[in-house]
């Protein structure tokens, strides 16, 4: 067995959806979930396209009010909260889709994600003030850190959006350890990529929960979450499929009737 699947103690849960219903009008997005994220683990939410798994995501960040259930985050109920209250708690993501700033080099985009350690305000930064300067100075350091952690510290001077699709993706993850999250949300990070960029993506992963960070990981790589997820939850029109370690969930029939379009008795 490799290093990179040898299991995990299960650790005590870092956040929980409790009975969570997401309505959109008449349609039903997530129906009555309830998912537990082990603390400092990879965890996996998988499903077919139009699962919910962003609206989960969603809904544990704040961007949407679940219409029913409750969210709990290291024992504190968050939904109802706004993303920045959710954001200050210690929750971070990234997108399915690269969402980088045009005309900003690596390191100017990471520093974006530092805002919750700038203290100086928007005053305060016009004049030019100490601790404004000290503050800038500050996050340009740590950003330059986490630049290096994701092994884009060479590349810190340069546009982003000149950079390859894989490092652009390396740049939001960076960015997104900017606020220091105890829980960081990736929805599908190896999206585009190829098996060997698809693999690096996951050893950062398994990188930054060795580090003590919980991630909870949305991705349709199959390969990647066998590899490197401690365990999953598996979802399909809303609605928990099935649950534990990845190998046990993808050998589920009704996972495999619901992911892969085969039948159950197959």
Not at 59 to 71: A, K, L, Q, R, S
Request: glycine share 10%; aromatic share 6%.
């Amino acid at each position: 067995m490799s290093a990179a699947i040898q299991s995990k103690p299960q650790n005590a849960a870092l956040h929980e959806l409790r009975n969570v219903v997401m309505r959109f009008g008449g349609v039903v997005a997530v129906d009555n979930l309830t998912m537990a994220i082990p603390e400092k683990s990879v965890h996996g939410l998988i499903g077919p396209n139009g699962a919910g798994k962003t609206t989960v995501i969603n809904m544990i960040t704040g961007m949407f009010f679940p219409t029913e259930g409750e969210i709990w985050f290291e024992g504190k109920r968050t939904d109802g909260q706004k993303p920045h209250q959710i954001a200050a708690l210690g929750i971070s993501r990234t997108y399915q889709n690269v969402r980088l700033f045009s005309g900003m080099s690596s390191l100017e985009q990471v520093m974006t994600g530092c805002y919750l350690d700038r203290g100086s305000d928007l005053f305060k930064s016009f004049l030019g003030l100490p601790k404004a300067r000290a503050d800038w100075r500050r996050a340009r350091e740590k950003s330059m850190g986490l630049l290096d952690r994701v092994g884009m510290a060479d590349r810190a001077d340069e546009l982003a959006e000149t950079l390859s699709y894989g490092e652009q993706r390396r740049i939001e993850i960076a960015r997104a350890l900017g606020s220091d999250p105890r829980l960081l949300l990736l929805d599908e990070p190896a999206a585009g990529m190829n098996h060997s960029e698809a693999s690096e993506i996951g050893k950062l992963v398994h990188e930054l929960r060795d580090a003590g960070l919980t991630v909870l990981m949305v991705e349709h790589n199959m390969s990647l979450v066998s590899e490197f997820c401690d365990s999953c939850t598996v979802i399909n029109f809303g609605r928990l499929l099935t649950e534990g370690d990845p190998a046990t969930c993808l050998a589920d029939p009704e996972v495999q009737a619901a992911y892969f379009g085969r039948k159950k008795d197959a």
